[in-house]
């Protein structure tokens, strides 16, 4: 039997290229992601422990250490805003990506399945024609002894 040659063959590996290029690139894009939400929740934390060394202490308050504790929440502050502001661009940027992402993926899976249905379809036909092959041998087999 012979081996089954997909015409479109070349146009599927360029398609597989493609996907995998787009895959790479969402999953670059989601990585960045995930740095920024666990930079605003290092953020967030490190908010959180300077509030309750702050309130932690009794007895003297030295004002230079409050000033500064003051400072570096404020500076806290400015840098989640800042984080919140880049996640939200690389959020849109994701979308934008997943979207092509899919589309991609979607011509490749067409071609892949347009590939096994005619792959299906040629073994099913050779088959057919090896039990007609078969078929007509036993039949001249059965003339002959006749």
């Known amino acids: 039997m012979r081996r089954f040659r997909f015409r479109l063959e070349k146009l599927l590996a360029l398609r597989r290229y493609r ?8 999953a670059e894009i989601t990585g960045i992601c995930i740095n920024l939400e666990r930079e605003i929740a290092h953020a967030e934390s490190e908010k959180t422990r300077v509030l309750f060394k702050l309130t932690a202490g009794v007895g003297k308050v030295d004002m230079e250490i409050l000033n ?43 071609l892949s399945k347009l590939k096994e249905r005619l792959k299906a379809e040629y073994y099913k036909e ?21």
């Open 68 to 110: 500064f504790r003051e400072s570096y929440t404020a500076r806290l502050n400015r840098r989640v805003a800042e984080l919140v502001e880049e996640l939200a661009r690389r959020r849109l940027e994701q979308d934008e990506i997943r979207e092509k992402y899919i589309k991609v993926s979607r011509d490749r899976k067409v």
């Open 19 to 26: 996907e995998k290029e787009w895959e790479l690139k969402l």
């Open 126 to 146: 050779q088959r057919m024609n090896e039990v007609k092959e078969i078929d007509d041998i036993s039949n001249s087999k059965a003339k002959i002894n006749i």
